[in-house]
């Protein structure tokens, strides 16, 4: 890990792990869906690394959208209350979507997304998470290809971020603030 990421410290989940992961996740969707097109959405931001490393590897045919969300306030306690920030480009209607997020915490803005996109009618929707944190559930979601189940620590790198820094690290790192860091 460069200087530009001092305050990242702890590497929960490198790289290479990561790869095989998505690969294993394509692998299973490609075989969930033969025969068929998927619909990739990715919520923007956190999601656009894993959408662009899984759509790579997913051997069908495949379009994608991005949707974008966001919430006022992320804590347990907080509202959770979801708005649309940016709505997909184009209709869903009768496609097999699948709803792609970096991680899955309270799962409030999954419920959220699932609600509107079943309005609009889709053959089938299913949710790909590169992380899934159970232990932060306030609402009863899930995904259907889980990359990684994790403790409940805060992550950044591979498109999660801390004050939108740390997007573009290449593991999942455990981040791990300094006081002497200018932020
Ligand atoms: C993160 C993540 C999910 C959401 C999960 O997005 O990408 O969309 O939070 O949290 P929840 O399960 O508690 O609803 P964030 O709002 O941080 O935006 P970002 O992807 O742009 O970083």
């Known amino acids: 890990m460069g200087a530009r990421n001092r305050e990242a410290q702890r590497v929960l989940i490198r790289r290479s792990a990561i790869e095989k992961r998505v690969k294993a996740v394509a692998r299973k969707i490609t075989r969930d869906y033969k025969g068929q097109r998927v619909h990739l959405i990715g919520v923007l931001k956190g999601a656009c690394f894993f959408l662009a490393d899984l759509a790579r590897e997913i051997d069908l045919e495949t379009s994608i959208d991005f949707i974008s969300v966001?919430?006022?306030?992320?804590?347990?306690?907080?509202?959770?209350?979801?708005?649309?920030?940016?709505?997909?480009?184009?209709?869903?209607?009768?496609?097999?979507?699948?709803?792609?997020?970096?991680?899955?915490d309270t799962g409030r803005t999954l419920l959220y997304l699932l609600r509107i996109l079943r309005q609009r009618k889709p053959k089938s929707l299913r949710v790909a998470a590169l992380l899934d944190k159970p232990s932060r559930r306030v609402v009863p979601v899930k995904g259907d290809y889980v990359g990684f189940t994790i403790p409940n620590e805060f992550v950044v790198g591979y498109g999660l971020d801390f004050a939108e820094r740390y997007r573009n690290l290449k593991d999942v790192c455990v981040f791990a603030p300094s006081s002497d860091q200018p932020q």
Do not use: M
């Open 70 to 104: 966001a919430s006022y306030g992320k804590g347990r306690d907080s509202s959770g209350q979801v708005r649309l920030l940016k709505d997909l480009d184009t209709s869903i209607a009768g496609l097999n979507v699948i709803l792609v997020e970096d991680i899955l």
